[in-house]
Every structure is written in C-alpha cells, then in structure tokens.
C-alpha cells in the first residue's frame, strides 16, 4: 500500500480569447471564500492555503489523516502523457463516437497511448 499526494492548479492558457475573464473566473474558483465553500460542501481540502489553515479544516479528521500521511506519499505528477490521451479520447466520445468503435479497444488504446 502506497499513499499519493496531489495538487490542484487551476491555469490559464496564455491564448485563451478571453485572457482577462479566464483570470477573473481562476481566481474567483481559487479565493478563500470559494475553496472554503467547496470544503463545506464536498469536503474537500482547499487548496488556498489561507482557507486551509481554517478551525473547520483543520478539524476534518479525513483532511488530518491526510496531512499526517504526506510526509511518507509519494507525489503524484501527471502529465502531457496522460491529459493529451484523455483529451484526444474524451473529444472523440463527445464528438458522438463517429466511427463506430468498438469502446473496451478505445480505453485499451488510450491506456497503451498513456503508458508508452
């Protein structure tokens, strides 16, 4: 059994068409206010560190264990080499699967295209 550790960024692309509201709304989803939100709906660790830092946080016996575990985990890092074959393999499934295939050989082919 291994522990992973993971982190949450949340980016802009330097070619969006709309630069500015692209900031706007990554900023808006990273505030204090929001990720403490997101906490006390989900229970998920904000990853504003302010937010973090909170009573209620802290509290949060799953977040504690979490915490105490991080020293020993192992980062996770996850890169071009998965998101470009998710991304190609999740367009084609919302294009509607235009050709047809066969979806156990899609997933088997973005799995060989993601471990290669």
């Known amino acids: 059994m291994a ?3 993971g982190f949450k960024y949340y980016g802009v692309n330097s070619h969006t068409k709309y ?3 692209s900031q706007k709304l990554a900023a808006y989803l990273t505030d204090y206010d929001n990720q403490l939100a997101r906490f006390e709906a989900v229970g998920e660790c904000p990853s504003n560190v302010e937010a973090s830092k ?3 946080v ?3 016996v799953a977040i504690s264990a979490l915490q105490e575990q991080l020293p020993y985990a192992t980062v996770q890092n ?3 080499s998965f998101w470009d074959p998710m991304s190609a393999f999740g367009c084609y499934l ?3 699967n235009p050709d047809n295939k066969n979806l156990q050989e899609l997933l088997d082919k973005t799995v060989e295209d993601i471990t290669k």
Do not use: I, K, L
Request: charged share 15%; aromatic share 16%.
């Open 94 to 96: 919302a294009s509607g």
């Open 78 to 80: 996850v890169y071009e």
């Open 58 to 60: 802290q509290q949060s």
């Open 19 to 21: 630069p500015e509201w």
């Open 54 to 56: 909170t009573d209620a």
């Open 3 to 5: 522990s992973f550790a």
